[in-house]
Every structure is written in structure tokens, then in C-alpha cells.
């Protein structure tokens, strides 16, 4: 079976078990999952043509109930973009425009040197929100062409990459002290992943801090440290909760991406055979109706929505890495 067959039963096993009779969101999801589900089906159309689920994307990307936080908006700035790449919506870039104007404005500020805030009460800033950040600008550049917004991805890049939040072993912890030091907690698989993605973006426009070198940093230092001794993937930080169940997902969907790159040829096939070996690590644990175990192992087996969305990630990106998809 195909890697792009093995994606569309799992995520029409995501419809069947965990749809809501509204068809505008998915059940227990935290809020800023569901746009990383409308991301991940709008992958699914992109690579495949099919549009089985198009409508279902486009309900939940209507639904903004829930949300609460920078981060929280910039996943919905993230999946309006998605979308718009084959919708070619106005709508959905002006709304992503709305939210990173807004943000923008209000959330940047010198404290530790610049970056934005991940809360609305100004409490923390971290990497999730300035990774989300630094790469929505660089894609409202590619589809608007205003330079506003290369500005803006070229001066966040710039920040982050002196922030302190990657550390030495070219991971990227999650936020900053009360000091605007990195705070040594866990270097979870999205903030390795969505860095990722905006590297990739950042790439297109400068080569300062060296983009493409660094994504390959981070992408080869993540890969030994989220490998476990069994060879299957292990998220840092011990038991997954809610969040974390999806983390993952995004990790994988930003290696597929860099794979397909023009990162050098030995990232690429360590990228390639690694994701490959996790794809099928992951198929192997479905039980009947492509019900896929979020942990990518048997036992313990967890069924759950971020689960079925991680394993599609995984079959996409695998697919990608090996040029049998296109992004």
C-alpha cells in the first residue's frame, strides 16, 4: 500500500471516530490543534488532488472558539496561509495579515532585546510564538510581496538566532527567563519543527545567520535526540499530554519539507531513511479502520485525534522525503 493510501485511511478515520456533527472541528482537541489540522488536510489535498476533505478544513478554519494566546492566532494565520495555497483566497490572506498586523503591533517590544510575547498578559516569551512568528512574515512576503513583511521575518530571525534559545547542542529550548535567559526546559519535537519551516522561508531571503545550515543543525540534532534506543520516536519531557500528543506531527511535516529542500545530500538521506523507518514504525502499530497509536508503538497503544493527525503527517512526509509528493 501506497504511503499516500496509508494517509487517507488514517485521516478518514479521523473523520469517522473524532469528527464533530458540525463538521467544524474534531473531538478533544485543544483549540490551536485544530488549525494544525486544517494544516495537515489541506497538506493532504495539496499532495494528493483529492479534495475529500476540503470542506472540512474550510468549516474548521471558520471556528475560532477557544483560542487564547499569540501562539494560539499564529496557528490560524499558519493554516489560513495553507489553505490559500490552493484556494488562492483573498480572504484567507487578509485574515492572516490581520492577525500578524495585530500581533505585530502590540506584542513586540524590547524586552530581551525584541521578539514577541507568547500571552496577552506580556508574562513569557518563547520560542513557539517567535518561530510562528518570524515564519508567518516570511510567507506573507511570498504572497504579498511587501516588503513590510521581509522586514519583519528578517528582523525576528535576527532576534532569535541571539536569543539563547538555541542552545549548544542545537536544540531549541522553549522560552526565555526572567532574565531573557534560555530556560532550560525541554526541547520539545514542534519547536524543532516549526523553526524548521521558517528557516526554510528565512532561506529565500538572506543568507545571514546561514538558514539552511542551521535548519540542517537542528534537523540532524534532533533526529539523534528524539530516536530512542529501539529506533522509535521518543518526545522528550515523559508522558505525552494533550499538547504534546501532536507535537510530533509537526516535527515530522517540517523534516518532509527540508528533505525536499535544496539542503545538502547527506542531511537529505539520513532525513529520508529516518522518516521512512518512523512511517513504518507507526503503520505497524494500526489496529483495524487505520486507528494508528499516537506513542508509534503497540504498547502502550493510545488511540487519539493527535495520533491519527501525527501518522498522516508521518505518511506525508515520508512520501515528500523521497520525491514520490509534492508540497
Known sequence: MSLQDQTALTLQTLMDRYETPSRSDWRDLHAWQRFVTVSTLSDYEITSGNTRFHDSALNALKNRQGLDGNDDDLWVAQADLDMARFTHSPTQVQDARNIFDTI????????????????????????ITNELFLSTAARLYRFTHEAVYRNWALKSWAWFRSSGMIAPDNLINDGLDNQCRNNGSPAYSYNQGVILDGLLEISTLTEAGAPQQTASRI?????????SSTGTFQELG???NTDARIFRG???RALG????????NTTRIVIADWLSQ????????????ALISDTWNNHPFHASAQGQITAASIFMAAALSRGTETP
Open 104 to 127: 505585530a503591533s502590540k506584542y513586540w517590544d524590547g524586552h530581551c532585546g525584541g521578539g514577541i510575547w507568547w500571552d496577552h498578559a506580556r508574562t513569557y516569551k518563547n520560542a
Open 219 to 227: 534537523a540532524l540534532a534532533a533526529i539523534r535526540t528524539f530516536t
Open 238 to 240: 515523559g508522558l505525552m
Open 250 to 252: 509537526l516535527f515530522v
Open 257 to 264: 519539507h527540508v528533505a525536499a529542500s535544496e539542503i545538502d
Open 278 to 289: 518512523q512511517a513504518r514504525s507507526a503503520w505497524n502499530t494500526r489496529k483495524p479502520d
